[in-house]
């Protein structure tokens, strides 16, 4: 009876759900529920570097202006004119004119700066020409203004600069500065 038992007691537990239970399947995925959320990770992240700082443009050329108001020497016939000097920093400077030497007869001369400041009554007082100071133009029937390619010698700033000497309209012989016509000291225009 003993064996009965045990043999009764094991079928019994084998009819009670003796079986070890089956894993849990999982679950198809709902259409209408909202997905789960995706798991956050925290990451350190660098500081982003500040951007580099914009170079400023350059300032612009210094330009510089100047003028002589030319007026007729003793002797002359001819009326004076306003010579302008316009230069860009690095650049040569161009030379023109308001108004034009009325009287002046076509032909050869020469505007030459020279070292004084002054001009006297014939332009004796304006002192030896300085070097590169001389700007050859001719001049033509019916012109009304003066208009000089740049002349490279003529400089508005540094220590070479050409304000504060006197600019003197000499007549041309044989290719070089002849009688002065008319004489006028060069000031800054600025």
């Given amino acids: 009876m003993r064996h009965t ?5 094991i079928l019994a537990i084998a009819a009670c759900g003796g079986k070890k239970p089956e894993a849990e399947k999982p679950k198809a ?8 959320p995706a798991p956050t990770v925290a990451t350190k992240t660098k500081p ?23 007026k007729p020497v003793k002797g002359s016939k001819i009326k004076g004119a306003t010579v302008t000097f316009t ?4 650049q040569a400077t161009s030379i ?6 009325d009287g002046i007869k ?21 002192g030896k020409p300085m070097t590169g100071g001389e700007i050859p133009f001719a001049a033509v029937k019916g012109e009304s203004s003066l208009t000089v390619g740049p002349a490279a010698g003529i400089q508005l700033g540094g220590d070479t600069a050409v304000v504060g000497h006197a ?3 000499h007549d041309d012989k044989k290719g070089k500065a002849g009688k002065a ?10």
């Fill in 29 to 36: 995925p709902n259409p209408d529920s909202e997905p789960d």
């Fill in 48 to 70: 982003e570097a500040a951007p580099e700082p914009e170079t400023p443009p350059p300032p612009p050329p210094k330009t510089w202006k100047a003028q002589a108001d030319l």
């Fill in 96 to 101: 023109g004119s308001t108004g034009w030497f």
């Fill in 87 to 90: 230069q860009e920093e690095g």
């Fill in 181 to 190: 016509l008319a004489c006028g000291p060069i000031a800054s225009a600025e």
């Fill in 5 to 9: 038992t045990i043999l009764l007691s």
């Fill in 167 to 169: 600019l003197v309209l």
């Fill in 106 to 126: 076509a032909g050869k001369y020469h505007l030459v700066v020279h070292e004084g400041a002054d001009c006297g009554v014939n332009a004796t007082k304006a």
